[in-house]
């Protein structure tokens, strides 16, 4: 079985220009998470979605950032306008009701 | 706030000896304990996971011993190998299910032939 896809692994993007991160959860899981991982903060929630529904995005940093499911093969994470300080692993995962979270292989993030 | 604590931030550790990682916790609505472990340019794998109505879980050369009373669990390696060189997290959360995982800061080990 195919796991969590992400996209893309590596992106360097100049300060104030629009990220957006792209992953497509293992089928048939219904929760979706997004984590960041930084030296400083280790790792973060940052929002999930249940069903494609955003359920707790207590995590995202401020308004710059933003996610969407718009359907249950596929979130985006999006940062706009992007900030040095965004840089950072951001990793996409997912369950299905009661199991283990699988994460993917993570975004590379650099903001120059 | 760091809800997870994790020591030591690094380990060296010889083939064949044991690693040991040490993680305390303040809130005591955790019930699930999951130990993760990161390889360079992956995302974290769950390793192995105990609830608080056992005191130690094993599997294979990995065990998580559990203090309840002290608020306190820690991740055994067995007969370390030069393979199991990766980043560890710990992490807690209330229940299996539950959507927020509170991750340790992580410790990195390597095993020296």
């Known amino acids: 079985d195919a796991g969590v896809i992400q996209s893309p692994r590596h992106e360097v993007t100049e300060m104030g220009q629009e990220v957006t991160l792209r992953c497509k959860p293992i089928?048939?899981?219904?929760?979706l998470f997004w984590y960041r991982q930084t030296m400083m903060r280790g790792l973060e929630l940052l929002i999930y979605?249940?069903?494609?529904?955003?359920?707790?995005d207590s995590g995202m940093p401020e308004d710059r950032f933003s996610a969407k499911m718009p359907n249950a093969s596929f979130s985006t994470l999006k940062i706009q306008p992007s900030e040095p300080r965004d840089s950072a692993v951001y990793f996409c995962?997912?369950?299905?009701?009661?199991?283990?979270?699988?994460f993917g292989e993570g975004s590379w993030l650099t903001v120059v | 706030q760091q809800q997870v604590k994790q020591s030591p931030q690094s380990l060296i550790v010889q083939k064949g000896g044991i690693s040991i990682i040490n993680c305390a916790y303040e809130?005591?609505?955790?019930?699930?304990f999951p130990w993760y472990q990161q390889f360079p340019g992956k995302g974290p794998a769950l390793l192995i996971a105990?609830?608080?109505?056992?005191s130690e879980k094993k599997e294979g050369r990995f065990t998580i011993s559990f203090n309840k009373s002290a608020k306190q669990f820690s991740l055994h390696i067995m007969d370390s190998q030069p393979g199991d060189s990766a980043t560890y997290f710990c992490?807690?959360?209330?229940?299996?299910?539950?959507?927020?995982?509170?991750f340790g800061t992580g410790t990195r080990l390597t095993v020296i032939p």
């Open positions: 992490a807690a959360s209330m229940g299996t299910g539950a959507n927020n995982l509170f």
């Open positions: 995962a997912s369950r299905r009701d009661g199991g283990t979270i699988y």
């Open positions: 105990i609830r608080p109505d056992v």
């Open positions: 979605f249940n069903n494609n529904v955003p359920i707790d």
């Open positions: 809130n005591t609505a955790f019930d699930y």
């Open positions: 089928s048939g899981h219904d929760y």
